[in-house]
């Protein structure tokens, strides 16, 4: 049975990682012989001055991406961030939270033919939607899933890009759906779990992925400030601007090796 490929990207956190990756990505296809290329990039674009409702993705930023090679770009709560939102759901490339109601664009997305069927799916947890996020409200997670696993979309290898604040979530949702799905990977976190797992049934299963974009300020990659003052009770209507971390640049990542539509070995990439 022939075998395909493909890596995961967790956040691309501001425009200088979008760049950065999209330059990256084609040494890293060669280098690991990649079929296919899934980038989430719902912080790729700064578009305010609140971490809540100020990144997204802009046109400049998936265009770096996909110049670069990436096949299908994933998104999360920030997707609805920035003036570029219409615009960037428009993309053949970018998928959406599927749970939620939006008429625009897509959240599943289907690439190739025979043995190389990829089929990508984005969820949104509900419990990633903070105050003053601009996402609409997300549905149920099962009750979305098993509305999807119903519908016939589902086709090939399929991936699924969970994006919650949760790992136990995500663990409960790769247990639930093992041997479904080829991969269960979660987003929005940013700071990457370690572990890549490879569950009884097949599906290959990594809580956070991680960041694309420059270290710094506990694995989130822009100054939590606003957060933190917000969890204390504080005023944050003085504060300037977020600030995105200036450390090195990092890429968190896993590889799914699969066949039959079944995950047949994980490992996770952690570049610099
Ligand atoms: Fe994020
Ligand atoms: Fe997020």
Same mark, same amino acid.
Do not use: N, V, Y
């Given at each position: 049975m022939e075998q395909m490929r493909v890596m995961t990207v967790g956040d691309v956190v501001g425009p200088e990682a979008a760049a950065w990756l999209g330059a990256r990505l084609p040494e890293l296809r060669a280098e690991y012989e990649l079929d296919w290329i899934v980038v989430n990039a719902e912080n790729a674009a700064v578009t305010g001055p609140l971490p809540q409702n100020g990144f997204g993705t802009t046109r400049k930023e998936l265009d770096a991406l996909i110049a670069g090679g990436a096949d299908v770009i994933t998104g999360g709560n920030h997707s609805w961030d920035g003036p570029e939102v219409a615009e960037s759901f428009a993309y053949p490339q970018v998928v959406r939270p599927l749970n939620v109601r939006e008429t625009r664009g897509k959240g599943v997305l289907t690439l190739g033919e025979g043995d190389r069927t990829l089929t990508v799916v984005n969820l949104l947890s509900p419990g990633a939607v903070g105050k003053g996020c601009l996402a609409p409200a997300p549905t149920d997670l099962w009750d979305a899933w098993t509305e999807l696993a119903g519908s016939g979309l589902l086709r090939g290898a399929v991936v699924v890009d969970l994006h919650s604040g949760s790992p136990s979530e995500k663990a409960w949702f790769s247990g639930a759906v093992d041997g479904q799905v080829a991969a269960v990977v979660g987003t929005h976190t940013h700071d990457g779990t370690i572990h890549a797992h490879l569950l009884p049934g097949g599906t290959g299963f990594v809580a956070e992925l991680g960041m694309a974009g420059r270290s710094g300020f506990s694995g989130y990659g822009f100054d939590p400030i606003h957060f933190v003052k917000?969890?204390?009770?504080?005023?944050?209507?003085? +504060?300037?601007?977020?600030?995105?971390?200036?450390?090195?640049?990092? +890429?968190?990542?896993?590889?799914?090796?699969?066949?039959g539509g079944l995950t047949t070995s994980v490992v996770r990439v952690d570049a610099d």
């Open positions: 917000e969890f204390r009770g504080e005023d944050t209507s003085s +504060l300037p601007p977020f600030q995105l971390a200036t450390g090195d640049f990092t +890429l968190g990542a896993a590889i799914f090796d699969i066949a």
